[in-house]
Each structure stands twice: as structure tokens, then as C-alpha cells.
């Protein structure tokens, strides 16, 4: 059963620690999103990968996020140091580089920075 | 920038009311519309999908859409909701000109009182 795994699924952090997320996209996929879903602002985009590139990443603050791929199994979102106002769920999700084909997310990280 | 906006914000209905969640996007041009459910703590999943042929797609649950291209519209519908619906609802878009970003809308919460 093909799925999206993020780890962890919950993390609490004191505000001014490094948080880094995970994310291993289904395999074969060659494209990666990493939401941040708040509910103020809804499901925001921060970064989108194909091939492992980095297409688009201007919906993160550039100062204290950062997003990579190593390879093509491990997606990874940081924040740097991070702040009260990051806590949210971040959702990884993966799919395909073509248009006729849909995302596919994962469980979520739910950050509490305090 | 192509952008999704969802009309109702909170719908609240009685279980076998029938259901409509509007869905606007601003692009012209080619694009695959989707809509995602949420149920209360758990990961988006796909409902439903329109690619291309029959503007009117059937999802899983009961659920449809109708794609207007005139009216850039993608309205989600049920006949008979159950309280088992009751989640939130993201519509979203990817573009053929935007290298496959899949952009959401706010979200709708669904309540279904018993």
C-alpha cells in the first residue's frame, strides 16, 4: 500500500530550536509539495520540487525555513530557529510530473513551537 | 498568479439535506480540477477528480462535480449528506502553465448535526 510517510507526527519545541520534518514520498514519485495548514490562513504552499529541484519555494520565509531533497526518497523541511507563530500541521504530499495526475499527502506534522 | 477561492467558509446542514460548495479559479487555460476532503484529524484525501472529457465527474461517497469552463467553476454536490460527511473540503487547481503547482482554496468546513 503506496503512501506518503512524515515523521514525526507531532513534535513540541521550545521557540528558538531547530525543527526539522521529514517526508518520504511514494516511490516513483518525482514531484514533492510541503503545505503548512493553519486556520487563519487555510493550506498554505511553501515549496515544490520536481526531480528533486526545487521549482517554486516563494511562499516560505526565506530567513529561517529551509526545503531539500537529499535524494529522491527524503523530502526536508527545517525552521531555523523557529517561533511561536510556525506552529501548524505541515503536510508533505507527492505525485507525478505530468498534469493528468492527482497529490498525494501524508499524515502531517503537528509543530507546537512554545 | 492563479488563484482558487471557495465560497462558503462553514456550511451547517441536517443529515439527507443535499449539498453544493462552490469553487472558482482565475486561469483560462488548460487546468485539472480537484477536490480533497479532510475528515477531524486526519490528511487530505482525494474526492474527486476532473482531467478532461465529461464535465460532470462522480468521486467516492456520493460525491460529484461539475466542471463550467465558462463560468470557471468546479461545484461540488451530494444528493443526501450523512453526518459521517461532516469535514472539511479543499477544492484546488494545477495549471498547464504554472509546472504542475497545485494550488488550494480556503477550505469549507462541513457540519452535519444528526
Known amino acids: 500500500d503506496a503512501r506518503v510517510t512524515q515523521t514525526p507526527r507531532h513534535k513540541v519545541t521550545e521557540m528558538g530550536q531547530e525543527v526539522t520534518m521529514r517526508c518520504q514520498p511514494i516511490l516513483g514519485h518525482n514531484t514533492v509539495f510541503w503545505y503548512r495548514q493553519t486556520m487563519m490562513q487555510g493550506l498554505e504552499l511553501l515549496a515544490y520540487?520536481?526531480?528533486?529541484?526545487?521549482?517554486?519555494d516563494s511562499g516560505m520565509p526565506k530567513d529561517r525555513f529551509s526545503a531539500e531533497m537529499p535524494d529522491a526518497t527524503l523530502a526536508t523541511l527545517k525552521i531555523q530557529p523557529s517561533e511561536p507563530r510556525d506552529s501548524a500541521v505541515y503536510f508533505c504530499?507527492?505525485?507525478?510530473?505530468?498534469?493528468?495526475?492527482?497529490?498525494?499527502f501524508g499524515q502531517g506534522t503537528r509543530l507546537t513551537v512554545v | 498568479a492563479q488563484s482558487v477561492s471557495q465560497h462558503n467558509h462553514h456550511v451547517i446542514l441536517s443529515e439527507a439535506a443535499s449539498l453544493e460548495l462552490g469553487c472558482n479559479y482565475s486561469y483560462g487555460g488548460t487546468v485539472n480540477l480537484f477536490w480533497y476532503v479532510q475528515y477531524p484529524g486526519q490528511h487530505l484525501q482525494l474526492l474527486l477528480k476532473?482531467?478532461?472529457?465529461?464535465?460532470l465527474v462522480k468521486g467516492i461517497k456520493g460525491f460529484e462535480a461539475e466542471f463550467i469552463k465558462s463560468k470557471f467553476s468546479f461545484n461540488l454536490r451530494k444528493p443526501s449528506v450523512q453526518w459521517s460527511d461532516t469535514a472539511e473540503y479543499f477544492c484546488?487547481?494545477?495549471?498547464?502553465?504554472?509546472?504542475?503547482?497545485?494550488?488550494f482554496g480556503q477550505g469549507t468546513e462541513l457540519s452535519v448535526k444528526p
Open positions: 476532473y482531467f478532461s472529457g465529461d464535465p
Open positions: 504530499a507527492s505525485g507525478l510530473d505530468r498534469l493528468n495526475t492527482e497529490a498525494f
Open positions: 520540487f520536481r526531480n528533486r529541484a526545487p521549482l517554486d
Open positions: 484546488a487547481v494545477i495549471t498547464n502553465n504554472q509546472g504542475g503547482k497545485l494550488i
